[in-house]
């Protein structure tokens, strides 16, 4: 199984740092997510690479918890975390562009995760991959679309 993966940009007229505490800020993730409502971090957890969190995710089929583990927190430059510590990476790349920060999002559905898939849900375990991956690939830009509509907003 190779991982499945998809990733979109947008440009924001936000300086990267600034945009960076945004992002890494995955209490406010509901602001922006189409499919996660809320995230917590675990206590004492710091916005820092090997830091847990808690996202309460929802669509209209389904309501479900994920634990996410940061693996990269580099102030203006990305924020990434995997899903259960190994199944799905999701991140923020950030870039400095000529008017603000080119805002990457980026989304690895891992061989670790499709093979849980396969344990878990046996002969529908392609039907399931594939719902996640077109979720990705419609959430992408609703999450870019948002968190540029939010920055760009408290930025005036």
């Not at 998809?6 to 602001?31: C, F, K, N, W």
């Not at 675990?42 to 820092?48: K, M, N, S, W």
């Not at 940061?70 to 870039?95: S, T």
């Amino acid at each position: 199984m190779q991982p499945l993966t998809h990733a979109e940009s947008i440009v924001i007229a936000t300086p990267p740092e600034v945009l960076y505490d945004l992002v890494s800020d995955v209490t406010r993730t509901g602001e922006w997510s189409p499919v996660c409502r809320a995230c917590e971090w675990d206590d004492g957890a710091t916005r820092q690479v090997g830091d847990w969190f808690t996202g309460h995710n929802e669509t209209p089929t389904r309501t479900w918890e994920t634990r996410s583990q940061v693996v990269a927190a580099d102030r203006g430059r990305e924020f990434a975390w995997l899903v259960g510590g190994r199944l799905v990476r999701w991140g923020f790349l950030l870039e400095p562009v000529a008017g603000g920060t080119r805002l990457t999002e980026t989304w690895e559905f891992r061989r670790e995760g499709q093979e849980l898939f396969v344990e878990r849900y046996g002969d529908d375990a392609s039907a399931q991959i594939e719902d996640r991956r077109t979720a990705a690939l419609e959430g992408i830009p609703a999450t870019l679309a948002a968190i540029k509509a939010i920055a760009e907003g408290s930025a005036r």
